[in-house]
C-alpha cells in the first residue's frame, strides 16, 4: 500500500509540473474533450444509436481516449498520446463509411466494412483519402494527422531515428522514452508543439465529421444547451 500512495504521490507532482509547464498544450487537450462532450448531444438523440456505427465510436472510442490523451500528457507519457489519436481517427472515420454498408447493428454493419476492407485491399489511408469526395480539406487533414502519428510514433524506424536526434542535440533523452510518470523538460518542446499542432487539426477535422453524419455544427449544440 505504501508503495502506491508513493506513486500517487510523485504521480500528482508530476502531472502538476507538466500541466504547467506545457499549459498550452493542456488546454487544447481540454478543448478536444469539451467537443467530443459536446457532440454526445446529437449522439444521445439518435433514434438509431444501436445501428449507428459512428455514433458508438464517439462515445466508447472518442469519448474515453480523450481523456486518456490528457492523463498520459500530464503524466510525461506522448508516447500514448499520439497512439490515442491515431486509433480516434481511423475509428471515427471508418465507423462513418461502416454506417453506409446496412441497416443492421452497428457490430454486424462493422464487421461487413472491415471484411470489405479486406477483401478489396483497401488500406486505412485510403479510407481517409477517400474523404475528399466530402472535402478535399477533411481528407487533407485526415491523411496529415494519420501519416504524423504513424511514420514518427508508431513505426519504429522514425521514432527512434527522433529520439537520437533529441538525445543528440540536449544531451538527454526526452520524458517519453523513460520511466513513468516524468516531467517535461526543453527536450519535450519540439514534441509537444506536434501534439498541440495534430490535437488542433483533429478538432477541425472531428467537427466536419460531426456536420457531415448528423447535419449539424457544434456551436449550434452548445447554443441550444445554454
Avoid at 500530464?74 to 441497416?103: P, W
Avoid at 478489396?120 to 494527422?145: N, Q
Avoid at 538527454?172 to 516524468?182: E, G
Avoid at 519540439?190 to 478538432?203: Q, T, V, W
Wanted: net charge negative.
Amino acid at each position: 500500500m505504501r508503495a502506491i500512495n508513493d506513486y500517487m504521490k510523485l504521480a500528482a507532482d508530476v502531472a502538476k509540473h507538466n500541466a504547467s509547464f506545457a499549459e498550452d498544450v493542456r488546454e487544447e487537450i481540454v478543448e478536444l474533450v469539451n467537443d467530443i462532450l459536446d457532440a454526445l448531444t446529437p449522439v444521445l438523440k439518435d433514434k438509431d444509436y444501436a445501428k449507428s456505427v459512428f455514433s458508438n465510436a464517439v462515445l466508447t472510442r472518442a469519448m474515453p481516449l480523450s481523456y486518456g490523451i490528457f492523463n498520459d500528457f500530464l503524466l510525461g507519457n506522448l508516447q500514448a498520446c499520439f497512439m490515442q489519436l491515431r486509433t480516434m481517427l481511423e475509428a471515427l472515420v471508418k465507423a462513418h463509411y461502416a454506417d453506409m454498408i446496412s441497416d443492421e447493428l452497428f457490430t454486424a454493419k462493422m464487421k461487413k466494412f472491415t471484411e470489405c476492407l479486406r477483401e478489396i485491399r483497401i488500406s486505412t489511408s485510403e479510407v481517409l483519402k477517400s474523404l475528399e469526395e466530402y472535402s478535399p480539406e477533411a481528407s487533407c487533414l485526415a491523411l496529415k494527422i494519420w501519416n504524423k502519428c504513424s511514420e514518427e510514433w508508431v513505426h519504429p524506424n522514425h521514432f527512434f531515428e527522433k529520439l537520437v536526434e533529441i538525445v543528440i542535440k540536449h544531451e538527454r533523452p526526452p520524458a517519453y522514452s523513460l520511466a513513468l510518470p516524468m516531467i517535461y523538460g526543453e527536450e519535450d518542446r519540439e514534441p509537444l508543439n506536434e501534439l498541440k499542432n495534430l490535437i488542433k487539426d483533429f478538432r477541425k477535422l472531428f467537427k466536419m465529421l460531426i456536420v457531415l453524419h448528423y447535419g449539424c455544427r457544434l456551436t449550434e449544440v452548445k447554443n441550444n444547451n445554454s
